[in-house]
């Protein structure tokens, strides 16, 4: 996957996570962070979840929930995007988990107390994070499948992630991904 038009980056790992740093141009200049947390094993598997979002080195957080409006959104998704074969590099056997910070019962409650958009019957934000990465697999599922392997996760009423092969147009509430054995 080679993606154009993003930002230069800079490694920091852990032994917690493994994290890229960069920085968004624009109206403001912005720090950002892209960070694999290491979340479980299953099945000899070793799961990271994909975490992105302003950050602030004086406490060294992220914070996913913020929306800068730097005019550079294109440039930032390739730059997240641009991670992954880097990560797949470094943990080659691990699977990633995607899913948005607006994909929880959470983000509904606050956002139904502050949102001025007062939606009807479903919130619009809701999974608005998620919808942009399965949007991105969706056009180029064919070719990012060379490569990829891709599952499509439903969560539950205990918050369990349900999953199942990925099928491309169809609405998920987290994806994962691994690297193809070549």
Known sequence: MEI???????????????????VSRGVNDVAKAIQYAYIQTIDEIDIYNLGFGD?????????????????????????????????????????????????????LKNCGLSCRKRCESECKKF????????????????????EYRFYGGYVDENNQILIEDYSPLKTY??????????
């Open 173 to 182: 509430d987290a994806i994962l991904l691994s690297k193809v054995n070549s």
């Open 55 to 107: 950050y602030n080195a004086d406490t060294q957080t992220i914070s996913d929930d913020a929306n800068t409006n730097n005019g550079d959104a294109y440039k930032v998704f390739n730059t997240v995007l641009a991670t992954i074969p880097i990560f797949f590099e470094k943990f080659i056997s691990s699977t990633i988990l995607v899913r948005g910070s607006d994909s929880t019962a959470e983000f």
């Open 127 to 146: 999974n608005q994070r998620i919808r942009i990465y399965r949007n991105y697999i969706d056009k180029n599922y064919l070719t990012l499948a060379k």
């Open 4 to 22: 154009d038009k993003r930002y230069d980056l800079r490694e920091k790992r852990s032994l917690a996570d493994y994290k890229f740093l960069f």
